[in-house]
């Protein structure tokens, strides 16, 4: 174990503390306050809008609408396509999208005149039709027009049919929004023609593309601040119409304006996991070998935007089957845009997939983990590739050790703690191992400090950390001595944080310009009086002394050398990119989550009395953060399986339960007991550190874990997400 | 620190037009209006402006970590607002405004509020201690170390809450085992899920008896 492998947090200090400064929270003098009407039909024009009242109460410095706004120079530009990416053009017609869609952004001095002002504003509408539910909307239906849209076959077309047992079966997840407990928020300012935001971006490089693309400007114009995000879990993949109208307004008043959405506005209007419906279809041998899979997807998107995500991609690989069949439709609803929230498309396909494996295990009667080992596939069959990796295998036995799979009988029902049934399941989750190309500066100080500079931000999973903890092993130093600069423009290149490949691609940028920086260090020092004729391979850098391997009394210290050469620093900046051996392999993160439910019978009620959440992500950086990620992952699923679901009332198409009274999401209640095991074994390929990824498939396959328990306990299943007791208690006899 | 009103986001000039606009329509101000010159030389002079300032505010006097303050507040404003806004104490967090998700939670004469929930004018004289309050310079108190050792946060937003909520728990007695914790702590939501690591931190400042 290395000295790095489980340090605390670097910026805990910063966080505990109350001194982590995130968007909204800038010291900006000057700075005034806006916020966004809504419109209060789904789908329609805008007849009038009044916005008189509003803009004679006190303090009020601004109110645009479409009526008066000065739209910005890329709205006109902008392609006339539903690709995904061309978002909602705010205040650019009359038009109303969606239910809550912004017609009005009300400026104030103060936080209270600007709330108060915007009750004031009125409209009326040219009501049309809305479709705002999936199921009554399948004339809609369409592929996307993509490569990634595109039908997948492998074998015989639904090859399923021809099996000894099959299985058909629909399983339905709702609308689950991302809610991360910072609200979407902004400070918005110019500088000249030069746009100024604060805001929360999973992705400073990709808002300043959209800044500059929507604005006219040039990308490297565009300043972003997005150093602290109190969590985002994909909300942040988008520029959202707020991040623009809040520009607008500062443009149009040359003030800088702070605009923070109301939790209300984070379930309408800055995305969301789509609701979607899901068929599957099975086929088995009797002895349990999987002969033909078929996984149909419909889910919804916007009528402006076509969006997709990888809800069937899964079932392409994960095990092993001759006769593979996908396909995916979007059906285009009166709503704002999906986006990827957590684990986006494998957490959804996997319930579905992992659901229906476990009834497939039944109706076989076969354990379910026997079912997929007998199943396991060896390499990557839809790429035709070998693994670069896999320890699927030994996920599967930590977790049965752990959550005592041993205690579990096939038959439903016939455990019980007292006057509990009992029940376990299992559902396996896989991810993508993906990595960008990413720049990182490594400077080295001449009191010993290193600093690294990229402009990757940490929504949360411990970025920074991991950064220090690689250029403190590779240098050799303290992660004392480690200062991070990242989460803003201006900084070397990094990627979005997302898809679960931020170690993957900044780690390794951090390790190769470490690496660089050290040999440059050495070479310089071999020039040196005290080193020379002492070969290169020979020289080692320890603590700020650059010493011979064999006489340490052999040595310069860095500060020595710097200042012979006239330096104030030793710095390297380096892009780094996935090595061309990584095409030859399928490089995947696999997880296995394992839970043990007690399910009353007369309540209807679930506790979740275990939880054990194992994975293989390659070699884990720090122990001690990564746990974090695969416990809060694992939250997110249990969420997702127990709790979470958008209500829409159909005939206003509007949201009922717009706030955490209504939408429940999992509190420290609901989480009894939780275990995390990491494999930890280095990926030869993946990258140099061998990590795989961890974020999204420490949620995928939780939901069906569970909903596999629910029936293990009960002989329920429910297919529609969240299992509520509701759905439990109609069926259950004592 | 005595601090006056301290309201850095006041009206300047370049809008003050519409602000005297609005005086001049306002039903207090019919008298004014009756008498021309008084209102234009009001008007020049910015009074009107003054008096609305005036007319609109309440008085507060409220100590915040130690911090005595003696302000003129708007009646609308909250103790979330207040702290966030114009004292610029940035560290308790805005989660929903409703009291649902427990990020804004302060302490006030000792006792763990919402402060989402709370009229800044009701905490007239009033002791309020928030997450800034806590640590003696570099010196953390016993529940910010624990949060860092046990790893209790993730992106770090709700933490102050959960901290605020933490020590409340245990100077309330609610603390006496990991079943207890997880209730009384379940008004603070954490969207990361680092709930696990959270009832660590606070099981382990409870057992190690540190004055809190």
């Given at each position: ?8 947090r670097v ?10 400064t ?9 700075v ?7 419109s ?37 530009k ?5 690709n ?28 209270e ?33 993509t ?15 021809n ?11 709702p609308t ?47 300043e972003?601040?997005?150093e ?26 040359n003030?800088?304006?702070?605009l ?40 919804m ?21 001759p ?6 439709r ?29 009834e ?15 199943n ?11 693994w ?30 007292g ?22 500066k ?8 290193l ?8 929504m949360?999973?411990?970025?920074a ?19 991070i ?32 920086l ?12 005290s ?11 320890e603590n ?9 009394s ?18 390297v ?17 696999f ?17 979740l ?9 390659g ?59 990491f ?30 328990a ?12 969240p ?12 | ?12 000039s ?37 008096i ?24 609308r ?37 919402l ?48 901290i ?33 690591n959270i ?14």
């Open positions: 174990m290395s000295k790095t492998s489980n340090i605390n910026d805990g200090f910063a966080k505990v503390t109350g001194s982590a995130y968007s909204a929270e800038y010291k900006t003098a000057g005034v306050y806006a916020c966004l009407v809504g209060t039909i789904a789908k329609g024009r805008i007849k009038t809008i009044d916005t008189k009242k509003a803009e004679w109460a006190p303090g009020v410095l601004a109110v645009i609408t479409h009526l008066n706004v000065d739209k910005p120079a890329g709205y006109e902008a392609k006339d396509k539903h995904f990416g061309q978002p909602l053009q705010i205040f650019k017609d009359d038009s109303v999208l969606y239910y809550d869609q912004p017609i009005a952004l009300v400026i104030a001095d103060t936080f005149r600007m709330r108060y002002a915007a009750s004031l504003i009125k409209a009326d509408y040219f009501k049309e039709e809305h479709s705002t539910e999936l199921k009554k909307a399948a004339e809609k239906e369409k592929k996307v027009e490569d990634k849209g595109n039908d997948y076959h492998r074998g015989e077309h639904d090859g399923y049919k099996a000894e047992v099959i299985l058909e079966t629909e399983y339905t997840i689950e929004v991302h809610n991360p407990m910072e609200l979407a928020n902004i400070i918005a300012k110019w500088e000249g023609n030069k746009p100024i935001l604060y805001t929360k971006s999973q992705g400073v490089e990709g808002t300043r593309r959209s800044v500059a693309g929507v604005f006219g400007v040039p990308v490297e114009d565009v972003v601040h997005a602290y995000l109190g969590g985002a879990f994909g909300m942040g993949l988008h520029t959202w119409p707020y991040e623009i109208a809040a520009l607008i307004g500062a443009k149009k008043l003030r800088p304006v702070k923070v959405l109301h939790r209300e506005q984070m379930f309408t209007n800055v995305g969301f996991r789509p609701y979607t419906i899901q068929k599957m279809g099975l086929g088995a041998t009797k002895d349990g070998k999987l002969t033909g899979l078929t996984h149909e997807a419909v889910a998107t916007s009528s402006y935007e076509d969006f997709m995500e990888g809800t069937v991609n899964m079932s392409r690989f994960i095990y092993d089957c006769n593979v069949s996908t396909r995916y979007i059906v285009p609803l009166d709503t704002c845009t999906p986006i990827w929230m957590r684990g986006p498309g494998e957490a959804t396909g996997s319930f579905a997939l992992e659901s229906a494996m476990d497939m295990a039944y109706k076989l009667n076969l354990d379910p983990i026997e079912f997929r080992k007998l396991y596939a060896e390499k990557d069959q839809e790429q035709n590739k070998p670069s990796s896999k320890y699927l295998l030994e996920c599967y036995e930590g977790g049965m050790e752990r959550i005592g799979w041993k205690n579990r009988k096939n038959e439903p029902g016939s455990v019980k703690e006057n509990w049934l009992v029940g376990y399941g299992m559902g396996t989750g896989t991810f993508g191992c993906y990595r960008s190309p990413t720049s990182v490594a400077k080295l100080l001449a009191n010993g400090d600093v690294l500079q990229c402009s990757v931000n940490d949360g999973p411990g970025t950390t991991m950064m220090t903890a690689i250029g403190a092993e590779v240098i050799g130093l303290p992660a004392e001595n480690v200062i600069e990242m989460g803003k423009s201006g900084l070397p290149k990094g990627p979005t944080q997302g898809g679960s490949a931020t170690t993957s691609s900044v780690g390794s940028a951090v390790h190769d310009a470490c690496n660089l050290l040999s440059k260090v050495i070479e310089l020092a071999s020039k040196s009086s080193l020379k004729g002492i070969a290169i391979t020979d020289l080692t850098f700020g002394v650059i010493s011979s391997k064999k006489d340490k052999k040595s310069v210290t860095l500060a020595t050398l710097l200042s012979s050469n006239k330096l104030e620093d030793f710095e900046e380096n892009l780094s990119k996935a090595a061309e051996e990584a095409k030859k392999y399928s490089i995947y993160s997880s296995v989550h394992f839970v043990k439910v007690l399910v009353n019978p007369n309540l209807g009620k679930i506790r009395a275990h939880v054990v959440s194992c994975a293989d992500i070699t884990v950086i720090n122990q001690k953060t990564s746990a974090g990620q695969m416990f809060g992952g694992a939250v997110g699923g249990i969420g997702m399986g127990l709790m979470e679901a958008l209500e829409i009332d159909h005939r206003f198409g509007r949201p009922i339960n717009n706030n955490f009274a209504d939408y429940h999401v999992p509190v420290n209640a609901d989480i009894e007991k939780q275990e995390v095991f494999v930890n074994k280095k990926d030869p390929i993946s990258n140099p550190m061998g990590t795989k990824g961890l974020g999204e498939t420490a949620l995928v396959g939780m939901a069906p874990a569970i909903a596999n629910v029936f293990n306990a009960t002989g329920k299943r429910v297919r529609d997400l299992i509520t007791l509701d759905k439990i208690i109609e069926t259950v006899k004592v | 620190m005595a601090s006056k009103k301290t309201n850095q986001n006041k009206v300047t370049e809008d003050a037009n519409s602000r005297r606009d609005f005086i001049k329509k306002s039903g207090l101000f019919t008298a004014l209006a009756l008498t021309p010159p008084s209102l234009v030389m009001a008007s020049e002079k910015k009074w009107d402006e003054k609305a300032e005036y007319l609109e505010t309440v008085p507060l006097s409220i100590e915040v970590n130690g911090t005595k303050h003696n302000l003129n507040i708007e009646p404003t909250t103790l979330l607002d207040l702290l966030r806004e114009q004292l610029q104490l940035t560290g308790t967090k805005k989660g929903c405004d409703h009291g649902q998700c427990g990020a804004c939670t302060v302490h006030v004469n000792g006792t763990r509020i402060s989402c929930l709370s009229l800044a004018s009701m905490q007239q004289n009033a002791q309020v201690t928030t997450i800034e309050g806590l640590a003696k310079g570099k010196k953390l108190h016993p529940m910010q170390e624990a949060f860092i050792k046990h790893d209790g946060f993730q992106c770090g937003y709700c933490t102050p809450g959960q605020m909520s933490g020590i409340a728990c245990i100077k309330e007695g609610h603390a006496n085992s990991r079943e207890e914790i997880r209730e009384y702590m379940s008004g603070n939501i954490c969207r990361c899920g680092a709930y696990h009832v660590d931190a606070i099981t382990e400042v409870k057992e190690g008896g540190k004055e809190i």
